[in-house]
């Protein structure tokens, strides 16, 4: 079984790496993953093209049809889809918007065993937003309401048991600007109260202050998972699974590993890194980060737990090629 695994693996496919296993990519549709997931020829004169701007440069990224996500599944499990960030999914007369249609044509290509996994949209979870050059207080934030009915009842009336899981992120707090630990835990309760019962929901905090124990009790109280992000500001995977007091927290006993960025490097210099994501970029990977990841994936499948890994080319260049070395470390590690 471990060779055809490696052999699998080899093929950057990864769905039956193991049963609690999940490997997918944040966000999809790259044509810097041509000959790796996606099959050139399918995808000749199909390709579309848009203009990116990023820390004040310009990159013209080039992008598959959503149809690409039915060869995507080939490969991978899970799928985050992270553009709904940037948007709710109905509108104030609870119509579709843009954001919602783009689901709808995901939901058309996925097979029964797909599964995805959707961010909550930032005019929910985000303390401020930035808005014409300069962050002011968010008037949504916390609101029951407008996650509810405006983004939860239609992401879940679309995708159904295909949603894996939603993801909370909650951005980053110059030392200026951040809410006590205690203020934070009381505030997220409220919340959390108010929202519908799902043990899909998971939290991703990215001021390391805010990782306090008030914090990890109102998860656990909410059967809330922690997401363990690789990102520019925060602690190593490892020390955040330790500030948890090493508990997997999610009551439906599935856990979400994200490998935003590298350690330090900030998301416009590491997209500029990444750009065109069709390679590895020498140095660019934190040098423990595979290791981590495969040291939580380990610690989740020994305790049943099921374990999400999404990988952003963003992390070392080229998504794929980081799975593939996350993958055989994983088999290494489970066939000493």
Do not use: C
């Not at 980060?289 to 374990?307: C, L, N």
């Amino acid at each position: 079984m471990a060779g055809q695994q490696i052999h699998s693996v080899e093929g950057f496919r990864f769905r039956d790496l193991h049963p609690l296993v999940s490997i997918g990519t944040a966000s999809d549709r790259y044509a810097g993953w041509l000959g790796q997931i996606y099959s050139e020829q399918l995808y000749r004169g199909r390709i579309s093209q848009r203009l990116k701007t990023v820390g004040g440069g310009s990159f013209r990224e080039e992008v598959l049809p959503v149809k690409s996500v039915e060869e995507y599944f080939e490969h991978f499990s899970v799928l985050e889809l992270d553009f709904t960030f940037y948007g709710l999914l109905l509108d104030e007369d609870l119509r579709p918007t843009q954001n919602y249609r783009v689901l709808q044509s995901y939901r058309k290509y996925m097979g029964a065993s797909d599964r995805v996994i959707i961010k909550v949209p930032q005019v929910i979870f985000a303390q401020r937003l930035w808005r014409e050059k300069r962050f002011v207080e968010n008037p949504d934030y916390l609101n029951p309401e407008l996650f509810t009915r405006r983004f939860y009842q239609p992401a879940v009336q679309l995708f159904g048991d295909l949603l894996q899981g939603l993801i909370f992120e909650q951005e980053y707090q110059p030392k200026q600007d951040r809410t006590s630990p205690d203020a934070y835990a009381l505030a997220l309760d409220g919340f959390l109260q108010e929202i519908p019962k799902d043990n899909r929901y998971h939290i991703e905090v990215r001021t390391e202050s805010l990782l306090s124990e008030p914090y990890f009790s109102v998860l656990e109280k909410h059967g809330v998972g922690q997401v363990l992000s690789h990102w520019t500001w925060l602690p190593s995977l490892r020390k955040q699974f330790t500030l948890s007091g090493g508990r997997f927290l999610n009551r439906s006993g599935q856990t979400v590993v994200r490998l935003m960025t590298p350690r330090g490097v900030r998301y416009a210099e590491a997209y500029a890194m990444a750009y065109p994501f069709n390679r590895l970029v020498d140095g660019m990977m934190s040098p423990h980060m595979v290791d981590e990841t495969v040291e939580v994936m380990s610690e989740a499948v020994d305790r049943g737990v099921h374990v999400n890994v999404v990988i952003n080319n963003r992390a070392g260049g080229n998504a794929p090629i980081i799975a593939q070395k996350i993958s055989r470390r994983f088999l290494e590690a489970r066939h000493v």
